[in-house]
């Protein structure tokens, strides 16, 4: 029963500053964002509620970075007031170990780190899919019409405006329909390249309409003159009491999209170790290609292969000698149950030499060849033999930048797929070593708390970030890049712990404050 008292107590201290340090870190970078993207959207004219939804998508991968730091702040807030007050060494007099008053965050801890893992391969997928997607939209969304009394608009396609004034939008009721009023208006239209068109009203309405995906003029009391340019001399001119001119801008309007494609960060683990599978069976298959390439080129030099191809490619080449080539004509041929890649690329069999008829028949086959006729026959075998060969190293060259790059995208994969586990994971890593720091930091409150664990953070990301970097180029394996942090601060987390639990040590930050103002002090 005690047990759980305590255990109720610490966790409640730890509440508010988790609270307090979430709110703080997600609005941060939710400032950081809408100073980067705000003034972009609201320059294309969208709504209110697709701004939103832009925003609250780009939360998922917000909170799966600001989780951890918070945890990591209320750990050292919460331990360093407890140690504050004394109520640590109270504890530890008591006969309190501090690995008992650690147990209940480290359960909490373990909590959070199994519902971040479920989020980030549930939720954060689909959400950066959907906002990449949006973002792309937005992003070919041209801004809406903006047309100012008395100057020349000619941002409309084939299409300039010339307006003399404009009134608010007509209202319906209490409502606004979003159409404007204009006067003196003066439109000049090119979409005929052989005709020249100009139109003129006393007042018209202009309305947006998304339906059409085209700004709808409707004039009145004016008049259309014509001129066509292949006949200057002939001019056209009509009134009319009403005229709709429907101008179509449908890059004006945000048209939302659908894609099947997701980059790494909008799968799932699950999914990414599907595809590094399959990344896999193509790099096996194309290395098959290539030794098969290579047994090709030694059977046509030396009439073996040496085992490089494999047992049944093998065999099927060692029945077909270059004497059957060279003698049969109609036989069948064995190569035919080979895979259609390794088929093609064999040497097709030599039709049988064309028997001569008559007495000369003998004379003709036992005749032998001159020296220049070897010479060159030896020649033109040797030249078909490094032409193929030449042809068989580009094979290879073309096979080998293949599996590079099936290899980069599964190590960019394995990457995803740690990192999926490894920053949730980082929530127990940081109560490890937030609990000892915050046990020797009796003074500082808000200021130290925030201050360490940004400090903390900082030196996690920089490992993850370099890890990632180094990984993406071959240098480290992903599982190292990805979990290097973690057993690095988990260890002098570990260490701190225990020093911390043998001896009463305390970190006075007023020293560190006064050593830094007198350091800064001295020429």
């Known amino acids: 029963m005690r047990r759980l008292i305590l255990a109720r107590y610490i966790l409640r201290e730890h509440v508010g500053p988790f609270l307090f340090g ?9 400032l950081n964002l809408m100073f980067r993207e705000l003034s972009r959207m609201l320059s294309k004219g969208l709504p209110w509620h697709v701004v939103a939804e832009f925003f609250v998508l780009n939360l998922a991968w917000i909170v799966a970075l600001a989780v951890p730091m918070a945890v990591l702040m ?6 360093g007031r407890l140690a504050a007050d004394n109520e640590i060494t109270a504890m530890k007099a008591s006969g309190i170990s501090l690995y008992r008053v650690i147990t209940p965050v480290l359960i909490s801890a373990c909590l959070v780190t199994a519902a971040m893992i479920w989020f980030n391969n549930e939720v954060l997928p689909d959400m950066n899919h959907r906002a990449r997607l949006l973002a792309g939209d937005i992003a070919r969304k041209q801004p809406g019409v903006s047309i100012e009394p008395g100057v020349w608009y000619d941002r409309l396609p084939n299409y300039g405006l010339l307006v003399q004034s404009l009134e608010d939008s007509v209202r319906a009721g209490n409502r606004q329909t979003g159409i404007t009023m204009a006067r003196n208006m003066i439109i000049s239209d090119h979409t005929d390249p052989e005709r020249s068109r100009t139109l003129s009203a006393r007042r018209g309405y202009m309305e947006l309409s998304s339906q059409l995906g085209a ?10 003159q014509e001129i066509d ?33 997701r980059g790494d960060r909008e799968k ?9 599978v399959a990344n896999r069976r193509q790099i096996a298959e194309n290395g098959s290609l290539i030794n098969e390439y290579v047994a090709r080129d ?15 490619v093998d065999s099927l080449l060692a029945q077909t000698p270059a004497s059957w080539r060279e003698n049969q004509n109609n036989a069948p041929n064995p190569l035919n149950d080979l895979p259609q890649n390794v088929r093609v690329n064999l040497p097709l069999p030599r039709p049988a030499p064309t028997p001569i008829s008559g007495k000369s028949t003998t004379l003709q086959l036992n005749k032998i060849k001159p020296d220049s006729v070897l010479a060159k026959e030896r020649r033109e075998r040797g030249q078909r033999l490094m032409q193929n060969s030449r042809q068989t190293l580009s094979n290879i060259d073309n096979q080998l930048a293949v599996n590079h790059s099936f290899e980069r995208s599964a190590k960019s994969l394995q990457v995803e797929v740690h990192k999926k586990y490894s ?17 020797m930091a009796r003074r500082g409150g808000l200021a130290a708390g925030g201050g360490l664990s940004l400090g903390f953070f900082l030196i996690y990301w920089a490992f993850l970030i370099g890890g990632e970097d180094l990984a993406d180029r071959q240098y480290i394996s992903p599982f190292t890049a990805m979990w290097a942090a973690n057993f690095v601060v988990g260890a002098f987390g570990l260490f701190l712990l225990w020093r911390a639990a043998q001896e009463n040590l305390t970190l006075e930050l007023a020293k560190f404050k006064w050593w830094g103002r007198t350091v800064s002090s001295n020429p």
Do not use: C, N
Request: glycine letters at 6%; a neutral charge.
């Open 268 to 276: 799932s683990a699950q999914q990414m170790r599907l595809e590094i």
């Open 74 to 79: 209320a750990t050292l807030m919460a331990f």
């Open 423 to 439: 920053i949730p994971v980082a929530s127990l890593v940081f109560v490890i070593i937030g609990a000892p720091l915050g046990f």
């Open 229 to 261: 340019i292949r006949k200057p001399e002939e001019f056209r001119r009509v009134l009319f009491t009403k005229h709709v001119l429907a101008i179509a801008v449908d890059d004006m309007f945000l048209h939302r999209s659908e894609s099947e494609y």
């Open 298 to 312: 030694l059977h046509r030099l030396t009439g073996a292969t040496f085992g490089i191809a494999g047992k049944v």
């Open 215 to 224: 700004l709808v003029l409707t004039l009145f009391d004016g008049e259309m």
């Open 22 to 30: 979430f709110t703080v870190i997600t609005l941060i970078f939710l």
